[in-house]
């Protein structure tokens, strides 16, 4: 688990694998796209705020969420999310909410190249999210599952980025890299891989990034 100073007070961040996160901003538990098939979450702290990308079985996953979700757990989820039971905040591309100080923005994620059989996206435009979280200023990106999209480009001052890196379902190490590169964060987690080689990418990224993989910085 690696350790952040924020103006909200310390920020701990834990990968379990895959797109699966549990950090800790100012003592309160959150989770993003919890998954059984990486981490059993049983016994696992309780969640005070969960977040969820889209609704693919690998991050929306019930049987992760029985696991840790309490009678205050807040979910915030995009509309494609089911929603059967749980307190939510649901949020479209381009909308916001605060909870406990912290301001989370809902943002594009989605395929522009990588289709599935039917020739449409895996991921298409304007269904899931990924997430801005902004800690008064420090600002964490979690990029869902996309590929290198144009909104991209517009990313300013992020202190930290995650990425994913596979394919069919998200980006080449290519892409990864220009991504990288464009949003320029001060410290990068690759995540939702299958397979990944941080000698290779380190080689190619801004030496400036700090890149995070297994609590070891490359």
Same mark, same amino acid.
């Given at each position: 688990?690696?350790?952040?100073?924020?103006?909200?007070?310390?920020?701990?961040?834990?990968?379990?694998?895959?797109?699966?996160? =549990?950090?800790?901003?100012? +003592?309160?538990?959150?989770? %993003? !796209?919890?998954?059984?098939?990486?981490?059993? #979450?049983? *016994?696992? &702290?309780?969640?005070?705020?969960?977040?969820?990308?889209?609704?693919?079985?690998?991050?929306?996953?019930?049987?992760?969420?029985?696991?840790?979700?309490?009678?205050?757990?807040?979910?915030?989820?995009?509309?494609?999310?089911?929603?059967?039971?749980?307190?939510?905040?649901?949020?479209?591309?381009?909308?916001?909410?605060?909870?406990?100080?912290?301001?989370?923005?809902?943002?594009?994620?989605?395929?522009?190249?990588?289709?599935?059989?039917?020739?449409?996206?895996? =991921?298409?435009?304007?269904? +899931?999210?990924?997430?801005? %979280? !902004?800690?008064?200023?420090?600002?964490?990106? #979690?990029? *869902?599952? &996309?590929?290198?999209?144009?909104?991209?480009?517009?990313?300013?001052?992020?202190?930290?980025?995650?990425?994913?890196?596979?394919?069919?379902?998200?980006?080449?190490?290519?892409?990864?890299?220009?991504?990288?590169?464009?949003?320029?964060?001060?410290?990068?987690?690759?995540?939702?891989?299958?397979?990944?080689?941080?000698?290779?990418?380190?080689?190619?990224?801004?030496?400036?990034?700090?890149?995070?993989?297994?609590?070891?910085?490359?």
């Amino acid at each position: 688990m690696k350790s952040y100073n924020t103006p909200l007070g310390e920020l701990q961040i834990e990968l379990f694998g895959h797109a699966s996160v =549990h950090f800790t901003i100012n +003592g309160k538990n959150w989770y %993003l !796209d919890p998954y059984c098939d990486v981490c059993s #979450f049983e *016994g696992k &702290t309780p969640a005070d705020f969960i977040l969820i990308t889209h609704d693919h079985y690998d991050h929306y996953d019930e049987e992760a969420l029985v696991h840790i979700v309490q009678e205050h757990t807040i979910l915030v989820v995009p509309p494609v999310v089911p929603r059967k039971h749980y307190n939510y905040q649901v949020l479209q591309n381009g909308e916001s909410c605060t909870v406990d100080g912290v301001k989370i923005t809902a943002v594009p994620a989605y395929n522009i190249n990588n289709l599935n059989d039917q020739d449409q996206p895996f =991921h298409p435009e304007g269904v +899931g999210n990924g997430y801005i %979280l !902004d800690l008064r200023g420090f600002k964490v990106y #979690f990029a *869902g599952d &996309t590929e290198f999209i144009p909104f991209m480009k517009t990313l300013k001052d992020i202190d930290i980025a995650f990425l994913p890196k596979n394919l069919p379902y998200t980006m080449p190490d290519e892409e990864f890299i220009r991504a990288a590169n464009t949003i320029k964060p001060a410290v990068l987690y690759p995540y939702h891989y299958f397979e990944l080689n941080p000698k290779a990418l380190r080689a190619e990224i801004d030496p400036q990034i700090k890149m995070v993989m297994n609590d070891h910085e490359y």
